[in-house]
């Protein structure tokens, strides 16, 4: 079993910084590709940014150039720096992280929590 937990929320006012991260746990032999999704109200849930076991990145347009996504893969943590957040940034943002937890077993999907991010006009 793996358990994903992030951290990081909070409030911030429009333009300022967060930093969310996430720590994986649990019976882990490898972790491909991890990402940052979100959901907002009413919205459906979208992916933010997602990096692989590599380094390669993706990011969604509209975070594209002021959000930098990175992973400590001895820790197993994922992070996601925001930097000039906007009014339209709000949601809850969930880790995600396709895992395996043997050699010969396939990799399974796993999400956290979530956390919640606020911006403030």
């Known amino acids: 079993q793996v358990q994903l937990v992030e951290s990081g929320g909070g409030l911030v006012q429009a333009g300022g910084s967060l930093r969310l991260s996430c720590a994986a746990s649990g019976s882990i032999f490898g972790i491909n590709t991890m990402g940052w999704y979100r959901q907002a109200p009413g919205k459906q849930r979208e992916l933010v940014a997602a990096i692989t076991s590599g380094g390669s990145t993706n990011y969604a347009e509209s975070v594209r150039g002021r959000s930098i996504i990175s992973r400590d893969n001895v820790n197993n943590t994922m992070y996601l720096q925001m930097n000039s957040l906007k009014p339209e940034d709000p949601a809850v943002y969930y880790c995600?992280?396709?895992?395996?937890?043997?050699?010969?077993?396939?990799?399974?999907?796993?999400w956290g929590a979530g956390t919640q991010v606020t911006v403030s006009s």
């Open positions: 995600n992280a396709d895992v395996s937890c043997s050699l010969d077993l396939h990799a399974d999907d796993y």
